[in-house]
């Protein structure tokens, strides 16, 4: 059988594996950062109403430019990140990963890079690597903060054209501080003053659910600053695959040189526009979500685990050291009936917030779990 290490791939996918999380039909899944909460009924009607339109005009081709959906953005996102944000400084593709493709498509590449402080999300080295940009994983401190002097250092030495900063972090669920991204975005900007500096994007994927503002101020006057966003989490529409950036206009515009023709469909742009309508509503689950997320935290440092504190929809918790790790640990709660998620960072693992049964039955778990673990120590 051929391997697709035997395909004439390009050098750098070479011994590489796809991005996912394995999805298993267990009771309890809270694996991968999902909005629990199904879409409210009203909002399904309208989107019903609103796809209906859509498909009337299914023999046209979308609004190329999707202005109706990118001036709602922006409203959004005045309303909520305390900023205003003009239509043309609101650009949307089909996830906050296609966002991030563009970018590296536009300001990466063969012969340039971007680094990212790991552990992050994965997806920015991976789509670095997809798109020919050299990929530089950056420091972090034993806390999971960026390590702000290290990481001047390496961004001096090695002059990246891309900064990735993802805010709330991704395992981790750590918020960055506005001071280390400013201090990040002005040594970025340095280390490439040759060549009209670097693109710094904060990945606000999570940014609805962190305790602090969002860092969109940030961009006001620094044209080379990014923040990117989804509608996948806070929203609770992962399936409808939209995500979206706010920068200058000229990122906007130079974005759109790499972009697919009629990238957004018409069904997309329907149902994004409709979700935009229930933006009130869709907020209290996050509220909702926000305080299980709280309620995680405690009962996990209740039961003797570890947690990193979390802006996110998600906590990280351990430390599981020893025989089998984090993976034995990972394997002892899905035999309970919850998928939790084993991301590889040694010795932590990853839980979503669920609903409130769902978030008792994941602790439930972690007690037994640590219960055995007694019951045997006691027993040497």
Partial sequence: MT??????????????????????DVPVRLNTNENPYPLPEPLVARI???????ARQLNRYPDRDAVELRTELARYLTRTGGHEVAKDQVW???????????????????GRSAIGFEP??????LISRG???EWISGPRNDDFAIDLAA???AIAERRPDVVFVCSPNNPTGTAVEAETVLALYEAAQAAKADTGGALVVVDEAYGEFSHRPSLLPLIEGRPNMVVSRTMSKAFGAAGLRLGYLAADPAVVDAVQLVRLPYHLSSVTQATALAALEHTDTLLKYVEQLKAERDRLVTELRTIGCEVT???????????????????????????????????????????????PAENDAFLDAVRTLFKERSLKENER
């Fill in 3 to 24: 391997r697709i290490d035997d395909l004439p791939i390009r050098d750098e996918l070479r011994g590489k594996s796809p991005y996912g999380a394995p999805q298993l």
């Fill in 48 to 54: 019903a109403e609103r796809v209906a339109e859509a």
């Fill in 92 to 110: 949307a593709a089909n996830g906050s990963n296609e966002v991030i493709q563009q970018l590296l498509q536009t300001f990466g590449g063969p």
């Fill in 120 to 125: 992050s999300y994965s997806m920015h080295a």
């Fill in 131 to 133: 798109t020919g940009t």
């Fill in 151 to 153: 990481a001047r250092e």
């Fill in 309 to 355: 504190a979390s802006d996110a929809n998600f906590v990280q918790f351990g430390r599981f050291d020893g025989e089998g790790g984090a993976h034995a640990a990972w394997r002892a709660i899905l035999d309970q009936g919850v998928l939790v998620r084993d991301n590889g960072v040694p010795g932590w693992l990853r839980v979503t917030a669920g609903t």
